[in-house]
């Protein structure tokens, strides 16, 4: 396990777009701000959902789509850079009318009905995702 000590910097309160985008609107809104370290949760609703999950073996995501009003129980994620762009990496559990949840990595094609956003930048060296032979994934660098 490595790490390194961050700082918070700013942190931010806000409502999602109707309609929009979840990861799309998440990302956009780091773009416009220069985060590029930091984390997000976020709670509301979603009109539909796209959610994957990493075969290890097979090396790759397989994807489920939700094509449902959902309530959004939690979304957690994590900011940092990849392709030197802010990148963000977030999970999501959902659930559904009787209390059902679902979850995983969250993906585009999650469409908001409302939500809250609660976001973090921190200060630090900077985290950057590169490609990972081990698992497949493109993880943050060993040199943290
Ligand atoms: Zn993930």
């Known amino acids: 396990m490595t790490g390194q000590e961050v700082q918070l910097k700013r942190r931010w309160m ?3 777009d109707y309609d929009a985008d979840l990861l799309m609107q998440l990302t956009q809104f780091c ?7 930091g984390r997000v949760e976020a709670i509301g609703a979603v009109k539909k959902a796209r959610i994957g999950y990493y075969d290890q ?3 790759s995501y397989s994807y489920m789509d939700l094509e449902r009003p959902l309530e959004i129980l939690a979304l957690k994620g994590n900011i940092s850079l990849k ?13 559904d009318e009787h209390g059902s949840a679902f979850g995983g990595h969250l993906a585009e094609g999650t469409v908001v009905f409302a939500g809250e956003f609660i ?4 200060t630090g060296p900077s985290l950057t995702r590169t490609p990972d032979t081990s698992t497949g994934l493109s993880l943050w660098g060993r040199s943290i």
């Open 14 to 16: 806000g409502r999602l």
């Open 31 to 37: 773009i416009d701000h220069a985060i590029t370290l």
């Open 57 to 59: 073996q097979d090396r």
């Open 83 to 95: 392709d030197d762009q802010p990148f963000v990496h977030a999970h999501i559990t959902l659930s």
């Open 119 to 122: 976001l973090d930048q921190y």
